[in-house]
């Protein structure tokens, strides 16, 4: 069970650059999430899914596009890179299944720095 | 601007003893709270967990304390080890499945 896995772990972009950052998970979740780490700051909620084809925005969605094609797969697309995007990203997922203490599973991360 | 935030932003504790790390939250509604270690480089770790309907849970080493009255969340780490050493996050759930993030306490742990 690799639980939740996140690739690339690093990339640096030029401003107005695109990029997918993908997001997988084998634990049959059905709610994944999308975060974002600023230095020494909590994790910003970016998008959620509750399901396969159901997306919904968080705190910050400016910027950002998802899509959930399939369970596993939950994919972040950033357009135009701004230097403001530079963080690191982190996905998360969670059974849906615990009502309000349903415990989310972070995967390990992409450090994007964009210049 | 966030609903859930730590008092302090570092602890240094020596190894051995015990390591209080606490969180002050202002959704009244909230009914879920869960406590994340982050080690440098990886993704948050689940530690412990408590309901607004408890006011303390016990884990392996680590108790969480619930203050309704005050809006007040503690960890506390029993015999703090080395491995301890990370930052520490109290998260609420805020809306359905949406969690509130704390700023972090970075704990040090001393030989």
């Known amino acids: 069970n690799a639980g939740v896995t996140q690739t690339p772990k690093f990339r640096i972009l030029k401003i107005g650059q695109s990029m997918t950052l993908q997001c997988a998970q084998d634990?049959?979740?059905?709610?994944m999430y999308w975060y974002r780490q600023d230095p020494g700051m909590g994790l910003k909620l970016i998008y959620y899914?509750?399901?396969?084809?159901?997306?919904d925005k968080g705190e910050v969605p400016n910027g950002y596009n998802v899509s959930r094609s399939t369970t596993e797969d939950f994919p972040l697309r950033l357009e135009l890179a701004a230097p403001s995007q530079t963080s690191v990203y982190f996905c998360?997922?969670?059974?849906?299944?615990?009502?309000?203490?349903?415990?989310?599973?972070f995967g390990p991360g992409t450090r994007l720095t964009v210049l | 601007g966030e609903s859930v935030g730590l008092h302090l932003p570092t602890l240094s504790v020596q190894e051995g003893d015990n390591s209080i790390i606490n969180c002050a939250y202002s959704?009244?509604?909230?009914?879920?709270f869960i406590w994340y270690k982050q080690e440098s480089g990886k993704g948050p770790q689940f530690i412990i967990d408590?309901?607004?309907?408890?006011d303390k849970r016990q884990g392996q080493r680590v108790t969480v304390l619930l203050n309704k009255t005050v809006k007040h969340l503690s960890l506390q780490i029993a015999a703090t080890q080395p491995g301890d050493s990370a930052v520490y996050f109290c998260?609420?759930?805020?809306?359905?499945?949406?969690?509130?993030f704390g700023a972090g306490t970075t704990v040090t742990v001393r030989a």
């Open positions: 959704n009244s509604a909230s009914d879920y």
């Open positions: 408590i309901r607004s309907n408890m």
């Open positions: 998260a609420e759930n805020i809306f359905r499945y949406k969690l509130s």
């Open positions: 998360a997922s969670s059974s849906g299944t615990g009502g309000a203490a349903d415990t989310q599973y």
């Open positions: 634990m049959n979740h059905n709610y």
């Open positions: 899914s509750v399901g396969a084809g159901i997306t």
